[in-house]
């Protein structure tokens, strides 16, 4: 019997292990003991006392501790490749000093990691516009990712039950036995281009998502290392996030020069934005040919962005995935400035701040956890003078063309563990909805069983917080004259399907070619994806030879559904979007739509 007992312990020990990411030094120890246990009970412990053989359990389980106490794993900066590399990129020469990169292992793509654009916010540079990074001496080396911006970090135990549950792509090695670093000092960019002497090439650079809470530079599926195989330099940054990146209080507004505050997140953004512009083409790049793109709260940026000042010229063209603040109210990432100064003063008495310069003093550890009050893009009068909404009714915008969707199961993850039944299914409807909309939902949506409300309640959700606001981005894109690309993504696969953020995989070529999970079908449809989006980052038209035809929006009632097949389909939830415009009172910003499209047509034709 105790050996099934002790069976069922080492199972839970090691799973443990592996969960966690402990090193190797845990896996030999913990194999020792367990010997060792297995050696003492049959030679000597079966002929003990009860009590001999109860302490001899009781020391198994604390020495289980003690080992995973040891091994907990370390906390190591991500290297800029993984695996093997292919050598040290030649000497990059920059204003601010010189740096190399690393080579992947096919010596196709040279990848430089953690190059500083900004000084570190941290003491008096906390929620203060971000200073350009002081030149280095010497040469850097930037073969790892900085640290990724302040946030509350989920265990490693966590963080590997997600990927089993939600991404089911988890594989068991000991090259990720570590943490990954975590730091108020993360204004740093990376570039990934193709390898050798090349330039004037297409930008892209990529705002992560995460709520503007969490999140990453260096996540897989967003790697800059598709589109750079096909000839695109890719950058992104890492920006302040949650209270660090959108605290927004009068006292903040008072000290700073441009009397802004609240959207240091953006700052950063448009500041690395700046950065590109004055040093890319020392990598090959062309400055007046920069894309911006950005997933969920990335995405939510970049529609900020596209009507910010402070970023016009810095870019041309525009890619949205899964969000907008383009809505006369949106639903998520957005609050108007006299909300965020309530928020600061609760902040400020829940930690008995009299000041912001008490608030500097906190540990930056113990303010991430204030990373839910905080993670808003408001409306400062200095990035924003005033909604995106406002500034497209006033033709007022920075892109020349947009490139945006959204997916079919947007809401899977958000609602995974808070499903609809029929007994919540309305209350639900009526939380976002008032009367007479709740209603004329509840209509729309009738429910008779539980599956129903549970399918109705994703549908409902997916169109409030994510679709409905590139619907509205789309007509502002069309009255101001701004060709429109939308798409919708459905393909199913064995990982994320169309859930929300499973489209990038395939957007930036990143399907790993050993993976189970994805067929031949999807990794066509990523092919198909990647030269749309390289097409649109080169010229500001996704159509090129040999790909579906993507049709400028011009009706409103069509997208371009990526799935096995790619073909133009009716939009859906258009009805949904009709009680959305009257709840918020939109309005287009011009009525001259034919002109609009006629302007459109000229433009293509002359392209063409």
């Given at each position: 019997?105790?050996?099934?007992?002790?069976?069922?312990?080492?199972?839970?020990?090691?799973?443990?292990?592996?969960?966690?990411?402990?090193?190797?030094?845990?896996?030999?120890?913990?194999?020792?003991?367990?010997?060792?246990?297995?050696?003492?009970?049959?030679?000597?412990?079966?002929?003990?006392?009860?009590?001999?053989?109860?302490?001899?359990?009781?020391?198994?389980?604390?020495?289980?501790?003690?080992?995973?106490?040891?091994?907990?794993?370390?906390?190591?900066?991500?290297?800029?490749?993984?695996?093997?590399?292919?050598?040290?990129?030649?000497?990059?020469?920059?204003?601010?000093?010189?740096?190399?990169?690393?080579?992947?292992?096919?010596?196709?793509?040279?990848?430089?990691?953690?190059?500083?654009?900004?000084?570190?916010?941290?003491?008096?540079?906390?929620?203060?516009?971000?200073?350009?990074?002081?030149?280095?001496?010497?040469?850097?080396?930037?073969?790892?990712?900085?640290?990724?911006?302040?946030?509350?970090?989920?265990?490693?135990?966590?963080?590997?039950?997600?990927?089993?549950?939600?991404?089911?792509?988890?594989?068991?090695?000991?090259?990720?036995?570590?943490?990954?670093?975590?730091?108020?000092?993360?204004?740093?960019?990376?570039?990934?281009?193709?390898?050798?002497?090349?330039?004037?090439?297409?930008?892209?650079?990529?705002?992560?998502?995460?709520?503007?809470?969490?999140?990453?530079?260096?996540?897989?599926?967003?790697?800059?290392?598709?589109?750079?195989?096909?000839?695109?330099?890719?950058?992104?940054?890492?920006?302040?996030?949650?209270?660090?990146?959108?605290?927004?209080?009068?006292?903040?507004?008072?000290?700073?020069?441009?009397?802004?505050?609240?959207?240091?997140?953006?700052?950063?953004?448009?500041?690395?934005?700046?950065?590109?512009?004055?040093?890319?083409?020392?990598?090959?790049?062309?400055?007046?040919?920069?894309?911006?793109?950005?997933?969920?709260?990335?995405?939510?940026?970049?529609?900020?962005?596209?009507?910010?000042?402070?970023?016009?010229?810095?870019?041309?063209?525009?890619?949205?995935?899964?969000?907008?603040?383009?809505?006369?109210?949106?639903?998520?990432?957005?609050?108007?400035?006299?909300?965020?100064?309530?928020?600061?003063?609760?902040?400020?008495?829940?930690?008995?701040?009299?000041?912001?310069?008490?608030?500097?003093?906190?540990?930056?550890?113990?303010?991430?956890?204030?990373?839910?009050?905080?993670?808003?893009?408001?409306?400062?009068?200095?990035?924003?003078?005033?909604?995106?909404?406002?500034?497209?009714?006033?033709?007022?915008?920075?892109?020349?063309?947009?490139?945006?969707?959204?997916?079919?199961?947007?809401?899977?993850?958000?609602?995974?563990?808070?499903?609809?039944?029929?007994?919540?299914?309305?209350e639900n409807i009526r939380t976002l909805f008032p009367e007479p909309y709740a209603s004329r939902v509840l209509e729309l949506y009738p429910a008779a069983?539980?599956?129903?409300?549970?399918?109705?309640?994703?549908?409902?959700?997916?169109?409030?917080?994510?679709?409905?606001?590139?619907?509205?981005?789309?007509?502002?894109?069309?009255?101001?004259?701004?060709?429109?690309?939308?798409?919708?993504?459905?393909?199913?696969?064995?990982?994320?399907?169309?859930?929300?953020?499973?489209?990038?995989?395939?957007?930036?070529?990143?399907?790993?070619?050993?993976?189970?999970?994805?067929?031949?079908?999807?990794?066509?449809?990523?092919?198909?994806?990647?030269?749309?989006?390289?097409?649109?980052?080169?010229?500001?038209?996704?159509?090129?030879?040999?790909?579906?035809?993507?049709?400028?929006?011009?009706?409103?009632?069509?997208?371009?559904?990526?799935?096995?097949?790619?073909?133009?389909?009716?939009?859906?939830?258009?009805?949904?979007?009709?009680?959305?415009?009257?709840?918020?009172?939109?309005?287009?910003?011009?009525?001259?739509?034919?002109?609009?499209?006629?302007?459109?047509?000229?433009?293509?034709?002359?392209?063409?």
């Open positions: 019997m105790w050996i099934f007992l002790l069976i069922i312990l080492s199972l839970l020990f090691f799973t443990t292990l592996e969960l966690g990411k402990h090193t190797l030094l845990g896996w030999i120890l913990g194999v020792i003991l367990v010997c060792g246990f297995v050696f003492a009970r049959v030679k000597g412990l079966n002929g003990a006392s009860r009590w001999a053989r109860f302490v001899s359990w009781a020391g198994l389980i604390a020495w289980f501790a003690i080992i995973l106490w040891i091994s907990k794993p370390p906390i190591k900066p991500v290297p800029a490749v993984q695996g093997k590399t292919g050598g040290i990129t030649n000497v990059i020469h920059l204003p601010q000093g010189d740096l190399t990169g690393v080579l992947t292992e096919d010596g196709e793509v040279e990848v430089y990691a953690g190059i500083p654009y900004a000084e570190p916010p941290v003491g008096d540079l906390r929620w203060r516009e971000p200073v350009p990074a002081k030149p280095w001496s010497g040469v850097l080396a930037a073969n790892h990712f900085a640290p990724m911006s302040m946030q509350v970090q989920n265990s490693t135990i966590y963080n590997s039950l997600a990927q089993i549950i939600g991404y089911h792509d988890y594989k068991f090695s000991f090259d990720d036995n570590y943490r990954e670093p975590v730091s108020e000092d993360s204004l740093y960019l990376n570039i990934w281009k193709p390898a050798g002497d090349v330039s004037g090439l297409p930008v892209l650079v990529y705002i992560h998502g995460g709520a503007l809470q969490t999140g990453q530079p260096w996540y897989q599926d967003y790697s800059g290392l598709g589109l750079a195989h096909e000839g695109v330099i890719v950058v992104n940054m890492g920006y302040r996030l949650g209270i660090f990146g959108f605290l927004a209080d009068p006292e903040l507004a008072a000290e700073s020069p441009n009397g802004t505050t609240g959207n240091y997140g953006l700052l950063d953004q448009i500041l690395a934005l700046q950065w590109v512009q004055d040093n890319i083409a020392a990598f090959g790049g062309d400055p007046g040919n920069v894309t911006i793109s950005g997933e969920s709260a990335g995405s939510a940026c970049v529609s900020a962005l596209s009507t910010s000042p402070l970023a016009k010229g810095l870019f041309r063209r525009v890619v949205g995935e899964s969000s907008t603040v383009t809505a006369p109210k949106p639903a998520h990432s957005f609050r108007l400035l006299d909300e965020a100064y309530a928020a600061a003063a609760d902040t400020k008495t829940r930690y008995k701040a009299v000041n912001i310069a008490d608030l500097r003093a906190i540990p930056a550890e113990k303010l991430a956890s204030e990373m839910n009050t905080h993670h808003h893009i408001t409306i400062d009068g200095y990035v924003l003078p005033e909604t995106p909404y406002e500034s497209y009714a006033k033709g007022i915008h920075n892109e020349e063309a947009q490139m945006h969707g959204f997916n079919r199961d947007e809401s899977a993850p958000f609602i995974l563990f808070s499903q609809a039944n029929l007994k919540n299914y309305e069983t539980d599956e129903e409300a549970k399918r109705n309640w994703a549908e409902i959700y997916t169109v409030f917080y994510f679709t409905y606001g590139h619907y509205c981005w789309e007509r502002q894109a069309l009255a101001n004259g701004i060709p429109s690309y939308v798409y919708y993504f459905t393909k199913q696969n064995g990982r994320l399907s169309a859930w929300h953020s499973g489209e990038e995989v395939y957007l930036y070529g990143n399907i790993p070619q050993d993976s189970s999970l994805y067929n031949d079908d999807d990794r066509t449809l990523s092919d198909t994806m990647m030269f749309y989006f390289k097409h649109f980052i080169t010229g500001g038209d996704p159509n090129g030879h040999g790909l579906p035809a993507w049709p400028v929006s011009t009706g409103l009632d069509k997208v371009l559904e990526l799935n096995t097949s790619v073909e133009w389909v009716d939009a859906p939830y258009l009805e949904m979007y009709s009680i959305l415009d009257e709840m918020y009172g939109f309005e287009l910003p011009r009525t001259d739509i034919e002109d609009v499209l006629d302007e459109i047509y000229d433009v293509e034709k002359e392209s063409n």
